[in-house]
């Protein structure tokens, strides 16, 4: 499996951002869980918002819920964060992952992924 992110940046605290994400080779053969997490030099991985593959629910870390926004597109080939009100400690490399759903951990501690690609920086300025 094949995942690639993009869309990262700078940007102000306030502003908005959209990470999109290609997968390639993903075989939907079970229950996963396609989404982001995040992390800072020196600390935990960071579960951010992850997409059921079953049934589109979608789930988000404490941190950014009602600010952050999980799709995917109609083939599950792409996974997409639109990240509104961002904040500096938003901060982070972002990474796209997939795992099964239910070993998901949305916020810190988050260790284990089946699949992930390389990440996109996103730096917000206070």
């Known amino acids: 499996v094949q995942l690639q992110a993009s869309g990262g940046g700078l940007v102000q605290a306030g502003g908005s951002l959209r990470l999109s994400c290609v997968i390639a080779g993903f075989i939907d053969d079970d229950n996963y869980g396609i989404g982001w997490f995040r992390q800072v030099p020196g600390k935990e991985r960071e579960g951010v918002a992850c997409?059921?593959?079953?049934?589109?629910?979608?789930y988000y870390a404490h941190s950014v819920r009602g600010r952050f926004t999980i799709s995917t597109g109609n083939a599950k080939n792409a996974v997409y964060l639109l990240m509104n009100n961002l904040k500096p400690e938003d901060t982070a490399t972002y990474y796209c992952a997939i795992e099964e759903l239910t070993l998901w951990v949305l916020g810190p501690g988050a260790v284990r992924f089946r699949s992930w690609g390389q990440g996109t920086l996103v730096t917000v300025s206070s």
């Open positions: 997409i059921s593959t079953q049934d589109s629910s979608t």
